[in-house]
């Protein structure tokens, strides 16, 4: 309990550890890579920000999910995406009630997108999750920094898998904001 309570404290108290998840309602996991991913976290081109993933989750909300796997997937994305469902305001801090999000996020223009159209087809990075058919626990994906994301780019999760029966899940993902070096 010892190091990932402190490293979570520290990250909370500095204002910078922040949590996006996906409308109550839930979102279809995907069955292919396409351009309309569930879940995309954009750090738009000159936002001076660097987005550092620390973890994702992937929970259950109803139907029948088809077999397979999410992935976490990129693509350069030079322009906000468009359609589907801006999730930005569902970005919130680690310390619950503070500022962090006007402060941090607004100057950034850090933005989260649900089913949106993004700039092509993403590249996959790494699978994240096994989807299964009705699971029984919420699925962590540790990933502690091993994927950032620099401005002018977007990062998404993805569900490669079988249709399932009108399958809903909840997926978020926790990150830090790190202000880039000036140059």
Do not use: Y
Not at 8 to 19: A, H, M, P, V
Not at 55 to 62: K, P, Q
């Amino acid at each position: 309990m010892g190091n990932a309570f402190s490293k979570d404290l520290i990250r909370s108290r500095r204002q910078t550890l922040f949590s996006v998840c996906t409308a109550a309602a839930g979102v279809a996991p995907g069955t292919a890579m396409g351009n309309t991913p569930p879940l995309a976290l954009w750090n738009p081109t000159g936002s001076k920000h660097r987005i550092i993933v620390v973890d994702a989750e992937l929970g259950f909300i109803s139907g029948t999910i088809g077999a397979g796997t999410v992935v976490w997937a990129s693509i350069a994305q030079p322009s906000a995406p468009t359609g589907g469902s801006d999730i930005t305001a569902q970005i919130v801090p680690a310390i619950v009630g503070s500022s962090a999000v006007a402060n941090f996020l607004t100057p950034a223009g850090i933005k989260a997108f649900q089913g949106s159209t993004i700039a092509g087809t993403p590249a996959i990075i790494k699978p994240a999750f096994v989807l299964e058919a009705t699971p029984i626990k919420t699925q962590k994906d540790e990933v502690e920094g091993a994927l950032s994301l620099l401005p002018g780019q977007l990062l998404c999760l993805q569900g490669i898998a079988a249709a399932g029966s009108s399958p809903l899940v909840l997926l978020s993902v926790s990150f830090l904001l790190e202000k880039l070096e000036e140059t």
